[in-house]
């Protein structure tokens, strides 16, 4: 099931403002979050348009956590000055189940502190974002 007006269901425009897609996985596709306070930040987007994690099997739970977890594998070894990996589910005003897989650095941006949506601070060059894919591609 895929709803027209979601970025995770196709709606191009609206991925292109936030977000570059990397590949698809199992049951999800792995999306390079545009704002790179945090470098390497991505999405993890479950394949069809569900809200909440109850409202798939456990069967398609497992799958859906089991990319979280290759993707944020291929984080940690593309960004290993990384010292932590956050994770946030949120979705209060696009209700398509997602993850944010947001690398946290020592020394960086929002060290001890909770990781802001969009600060809007940090935007990369069309290589610069093709580097980092080809960096966690290779990672994969």
Excluded at 21 to 33: M, N, P, R, W
Aim: hydrophobic share 40%.
């Amino acid at each position: 099931m895929k709803d027209p007006n979601c970025s995770y269901c196709g709606n191009q425009a609206a991925l292109d403002a936030f977000g570059i897609k990397i590949c698809d996985l199992e049951v999800s596709q792995l999306i390079l979050f545009k704002e790179q306070s945090h470098p390497g930040r991505c999405i993890v987007a479950y394949k069809d348009h569900v809200s909440e994690i109850v409202n798939i099997t456990e069967e398609e739970r497992n799958a859906f956590f089991k990319d979280v977890n290759h993707a944020a594998e291929a984080i940690h070894k593309a960004f290993p000055d990384m010292v932590k990996l956050n994770y946030g589910a949120y979705g209060d005003t696009g209700c398509h189940l997602h993850m944010h897989l947001v690398p946290k650095y020592r020394d960086g941006f929002e060290w001890g502190g909770t990781f802001e949506m969009n600060p809007k601070r940090v935007f990369l060059t069309d290589e610069e974002y093709a580097e980092m894919i080809a960096k966690i591609k290779a990672a994969l």
